[in-house]
């Protein structure tokens, strides 16, 4: 075996390309996967299949003496089978809602580069669908260009897996017409951006977003002498650090935004915690149809009274019918001092009957109950592989 370098990069081109190719191949074979699922209504996820599936390969390897680790083995194709569900999400869901490849005009908070701007691209980009991307200075807008009709759809953040909730878009749920159709997970990577080569150690005024403030507070902390100046986004904090163009400034945000802005990455992975996720949900004027074969989910608005237990009662409904609930969340109610508005996720499709059945029930559990949307829960839980 050769141990020239050139040599050795070109025979990794030529094998990532037969990976490619591979990938390509699998990708297709999910579309025959989901087509004959369709004749036969089969729900699209089969965790025991991918549980034999990694097995399978995890022995393979083993017999065939390939160096490889199980666990690399199972983070590889558990990407694998997400993509694979995904794509036969995607097809249903348009196939149901007879959306045609087309243009959609998406709003979004900040400027080009802000971390909605890329959530909305790979929300557009995992539909197949041609993107006009509207900016907004306030989430308000989101909801309003949506609500107008000047946006299809509104792209908003929910939730950080660092920071938590983002309770200004909650707030905004709580008054509005629009319906959820969608959610997406996207991995956030904050980075501290400057328009000049410079040391982190130089910089005096960092700039950006409230919530990027918090989810790399540890980061800041550890900086001496540094004043914050919070923007409506980190767009516009990239924005203006490329204007200034000193080196004692510097701008957190994401890669993809600084290129776009010319400027150059002093450090990257500074959020408090390596798994920072952002979940962003996706409204719209109408709701959808969600398919009884995917895996769905619900957000509800709900008040109870004021009585002992009222809340407890209520959740037990969830129970009885064998309901999982995602997620619980609570905000004031304006004009009501000390009265709360209860947020639910549940993994229920409410075109079935027994959910809607269920709803009734909670109807008589609470004293304000909305569905604020069912879509395709797109956070595929990897499956785990069986003790040995
Ligand atoms: O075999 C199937 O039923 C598929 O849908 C394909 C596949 C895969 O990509 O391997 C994807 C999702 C299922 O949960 C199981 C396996």
Redesign the pocket.
């Known amino acids: 075996m050769s141990l020239d370098l050139t040599e050795i990069r070109r025979e990794i081109t030529r094998i990532d390309r037969q990976l490619l190719k591979l990938l390509a191949e699998?990708h297709c074979l999910?579309l025959d996967?989901?087509r004959s699922?369709e004749l036969t209504q089969?729900p699209?996820?089969?965790?025991e299949?991918?549980q034999q599936?990694l097995q399978a390969l995890i022995c393979h390897a083993e017999e065939e003496g390939y160096a490889l680790e199980p666990q690399y083995i199972t983070q590889i194709f558990q990407k694998?089978?997400e993509d694979?569900?995904l794509t036969?999400q995607v097809y249903l869901q348009k196939k149901l809602n007879q959306q045609r490849e087309q243009s959609i005009h998406i709003a979004f908070l900040g400027k080009l580069g802000s971390y909605s701007n890329l959530a909305a691209r790979s929300y557009a980009t995992r539909y197949r669908e041609q993107l006009v991307e509207l900016s907004c200075a306030s989430f308000e807008q989101v909801f309003d260009k949506v609500k107008s009709g000047e946006a299809d759809y509104g792209v908003l953040p929910l939730e950080n897996t660092t920071s938590g909730s983002i309770n200004e878009v909650y707030d905004l749920l709580q008054h509005t017409d629009l319906s959820l159709i969608g959610e997406l997970a996207y991995p956030i990577k904050h980075c501290v951006l400057s328009a000049t080569p410079a040391e982190v150690s130089q910089i005096r005024t960092l700039y950006s977003h409230p919530q990027v403030i918090q989810q790399c507070s540890r980061f800041i902390q550890g900086l001496s002498d540094v004043h914050i100046e919070y923007c409506e986004s980190s767009s516009h904090a990239m924005q203006k650090v490329s204007a200034m163009g000193r080196p004692d400034v510097a701008a957190l945000g994401n890669e993809e935004g600084g290129k776009l802005y010319g400027l150059q990455v002093l450090k990257t992975d500074i959020a408090n915690q390596p798994n920072n996720i952002t979940r962003f949900i996706i409204l719209a004027r109408n709701a959808l149809s969600v398919s009884a074969q995917i895996h769905s989910k619900t957000l509800l608005l709900m008040r109870t009274s004021q009585q002992a237990g009222a809340l407890v009662d209520a959740l037990s409904i969830f129970k009885k019918h064998g309901i999982n609930m995602t997620k619980l969340e609570s905000r004031p109610i304006y004009g009501t001092p000390w009265e709360e508005m209860f947020y639910l996720e549940i993994e229920a499709n409410i075109n079935h009957p027994d959910i809607r059945k269920m709803l009734e029930e909670l109807k008589g559990y609470s004293t304000y109950l909305k569905i604020l949307g069912c879509y395709p829960s797109e956070i595929v839980k990897p499956v785990a592989l069986a003790a040995e």
Do not use: G, N, P, Y
Not at 44 to 47: E, F, S
């Open positions: 699998r999910a996967v989901v699922k089969k699209l996820r089969d965790t299949r991918e599936l694998i089978i694979s569900v036969q």
